[in-house]
């Protein structure tokens, strides 16, 4: 999570959507850098409303605007399973090595999906209420052209990304079947990844 105190801005991170890009090339900018640890620094916007809210809105009588980037469900479901593919996870219950895709995405259908497939929600990170969208500004992380051109206009300044935290590259396919399942399951990832198109 980004702050950026002059600008009224916070850039929440979403795991899986380029935000430890984010952080190297505007970390140096941010008035505050939330990093680690990892459930800080990718705290959802019901936690932030919660407990950062108050103390920005105490710290300078000013409530910032929360801006995120969200990932088509299934491209961002493929990157965490080619993260949890990586050799240092063989033998952990996270690891996706002897794992399909398809099996993955099935687990991740599931209410309590085994810990290899629980990886979360985008739409959980974004929700506040009773299902509102917590951030004023949301883009998806296929139109990273407007996600640059957003954070350059709004911090007056160039950015020049480095590629960070890429997971193994690989070939996924989902099989048509279980895509339909997600699509049903899972319908809210789709939602909020819709809402995020202008």
């Not at 969200?70 to 952990?92: A, F, M, Q």
């Not at 883009?139 to 480095?162: C, P, S």
């Amino acid at each position: 999570m980004l702050v950026f105190w002059q600008e009224n801005l916070v850039l929440m991170a979403v795991p899986k959507t380029g935000s430890t890009a984010l952080e190297g090339a505007l970390a140096p900018r941010a008035s505050l850098v939330l990093r680690d640890p990892p459930h800080l620094k990718h705290a959802p916007c019901y936690r932030y409303k919660r407990f950062l809210k108050p103390f920005f809105v105490q710290a300078g009588d000013q409530t910032p605007e929360l801006m995120a980037v969200v990932r088509n469900p299934i491209d961002w479901l493929g990157s965490w399973y080619r993260y949890r593919t990586r050799e240092d996870l063989i033998g952990h219950e996270n690891s996706t090595r002897d794992v399909s895709f398809d099996e993955f995405v099935r687990e991740y259908c599931k209410g309590g999906p085994a810990p290899f497939a629980n990886v979360g929600s985008q739409a959980k990170f974004l929700r506040i209420n009773d299902g509102e969208i917590g951030v004023q500004h949301l883009f998806q992380y296929e139109q990273w052209d407007r996600v640059i051109g957003y954070l350059e206009g709004r911090l007056d300044m160039k950015i020049t990304l480095k590629q960070n935290n890429v997971s193994p590259k690989m070939d996924l396919q989902l099989s048509a079947i279980v895509e339909a399942k997600l699509r049903d399951k899972r319908a809210a990832e789709f939602t909020v990844w819709d809402l995020a198109k202008r």
